[in-house]
């Protein structure tokens, strides 16, 4: 009951008990809340430590391993950079799935690697950030010619190990309000950080983390030069209550009806694209073009990739990198990637049930992959239109941020099925050896960025021997993208003849209508 009314049915003789509850139960709510607090603070400490925890025991591995596979490395009994190197480090790098490549420097260059073979012009390093003797330390580093991923990289020698961008995955880094630092003991050199933390770093080094908040807290392993550093903002119990924040929205209604007037015209035209693009998705008006994929020894048909399209009410086409990201923002992925499906099966469906060596290749984001829904959906969709699952071949952007164990199963689950997973955009993502090797392949799908290279002076052309051994030495099939001219084509199929190919020489994107038959 609303106080006021309370004190109308108390009447004007009952003031002075009104006044003397009104006392008590904000007495007794502010004890609560202090308690409440208390409690809540202690369980952020917990956590915190736990999370640390976790990191510490992370970083110790990684430093393990690449200590390891440095050692060995050093000792290998080969001439450095020729194909048996080569080859003995990549084995080095299939054992680890915190290390992205193995490395030969040459005079603070990168002469060869694991993952990009021998390169005629040696990769130029900056000067190391750090030096714990006899290691060597970068951080944030381009390490690949393409100069795309930033990766940290230890040296001892002439060997050299570059970490992958994903070592840390899966550690629980749930809330993006805790900074954390992974550094040496003495704090001169940050080896990994995830936030801002330059105050967490001063404080640190100062050793004056209680003077900084009571969130923050240091872990060291007992015999390396490693340490996680560790704060968080303090939780407030305002922001653990819903009551309290229903109450602030019951008065945002009032006082932020003015502003709402104010800005609800931009947010109503922001919001027309994703009203217009939502439209199409629920009215199946999402165009699907499918790109030829040809045989690099003769230019046979072997498949095409289904590739999603749409134009606004005004007719423009908007692309595709902008309403996936839409899509991907909106929570609608899903729903575009069932309704490409959809569109595909009808398009295709009569092809795909009668030419056995054609199939269609659909991108679908892991976090879709990963979902035992839409796999089911997937099959039952292949039962309704009559389609093979040998037919149908997903493909997952090497940039995928699922932990690879999950992904793993899931590709597992897709093979069983039937159907064909690849690895698009192959030699831009964060990727190693160990992660590749533990995934269950069908082909990998080498990145345009390296057939655009070819015929240039770009490093990224000489790499592209070394992502095919990567190819043969996973036993998966090579897709080359981009390919536009018959040079790059004689090039590609001199290096790898089983290798399969798409891009403008091959055809461009068309309707299924429109689509060659050879």
Request: hydrophobic letters at 45%; proline letters at 4%.
């Amino acid at each position: 009951m609303p106080l006021s009314v309370f004190g109308k049915v108390l009447g004007s003789s009952g003031r002075h008990t009104q006044v003397i509850l009104i006392a008590s139960m904000a007495v007794t709510l502010a004890t609560t809340l202090v308690a409440a607090q208390k409690l809540i603070d202690r369980a952020n400490i917990a956590t915190l430590h736990e999370h640390a925890t976790r990191i510490l025991v992370r970083a110790v591995d990684i430093a393990d391993q690449t200590d390891l596979i440095l050692q060995k490395a050093r000792s290998l009994d080969t001439v450095p950079c020729s194909a048996a190197d080569l080859d003995q480090l990549r084995l080095l790098s299939f054992h680890s799935r915190f290390v992205r490549d193995v490395a030969r420097l040459e005079k603070g260059a990168i002469a060869c690697s694991a993952a990009w073979g021998s390169l005629s012009t040696p990769f130029a390093l900056p000067a190391p950030h750090h030096a714990i003797a006899p290691f060597r330390f970068w951080r944030d580093i381009i390490s690949t010619p393409i100069g795309e991923v930033q990766s940290d990289m230890t040296a001892h020698g002439a060997m050299a190990v570059v970490t992958a961008p994903g070592a840390f995955d899966g550690v629980g880094f749930a809330d993006p309000a805790i900074k954390t630092l992974v550094l040496s003991r003495d704090g001169a050199y940050v080896f990994r950080s995830f936030g801002d933390g330059e105050r967490l770093l001063k404080a640190f080094r100062e050793k004056s983390l209680d003077a900084l908040h009571k969130y923050a807290i240091a872990l060291c392993h007992a015999s390396r030069s490693i340490c996680v550093v560790q704060s968080s903002p303090r939780s407030p119990l305002w922001a653990q209550s819903w009551g309290l924040l229903a109450a602030l929205g019951f008065l945002g209604i009032f006082a932020g009806a003015g502003i709402g007037l104010t800005v609800s015209g931009y947010f109503a035209r922001r919001s027309a694209m994703a009203v217009q693009f939502k439209r199409a998705i629920d009215r199946e008006a999402i165009r699907v073009m499918y790109q030829p994929i040809r045989m690099l020894e003769d230019r046979r048909l072997v498949g095409v990739e289904a590739l999603a399209r749409w134009s606004d009410a005004d007719g423009k086409n908007i692309p595709p990198d902008q309403f996936i990201a839409l899509a991907e923002q909106m929570g609608w992925l899903d729903a575009l990637t069932r309704s490409v499906l959809r569109s595909t099966f009808r398009d295709l469906g009569d092809r795909l049930r009668s030419e056995q060596s054609f199939y269609v290749s659909v991108n679908v984001a892991s976090e879709e992959i990963t979902n035992r829904h839409f796999r089911d959906y997937l099959g039952e969709l292949c039962r309704e239109h009559r389609i093979p699952a040998s037919r149908v071949a997903l493909e997952v952007t090497e940039r995928s941020t699922a932990d690879y164990v999950d992904l793993g199963h899931a590709f597992q689950a897709l093979r069983d099925a039937g159907h064909m997973v690849m690895i698009d955009d192959f030699g831009t993502g964060y990727s190693n050896f160990a992660y590749l090797a533990a995934l269950p392949l069908d082909a990998i799908k080498m990145d345009r960025a390296f057939t655009n290279a070819i015929g240039t002076e770009s490093l990224a052309s000489e790499v592209i021997p070394g992502i095919m051994s990567i190819a043969s030495a996973l036993k998966v099939q090579l897709i080359v993208e981009g390919i536009e001219t018959e040079a790059q084509e004689q090039l590609l199929k001199t290096l790898h003849p089983q290798a399969r190919g798409q891009g403008w020489l091959y055809g461009r994107p068309a309707t299924a209508a429109d689509l060659t038959t050879v």
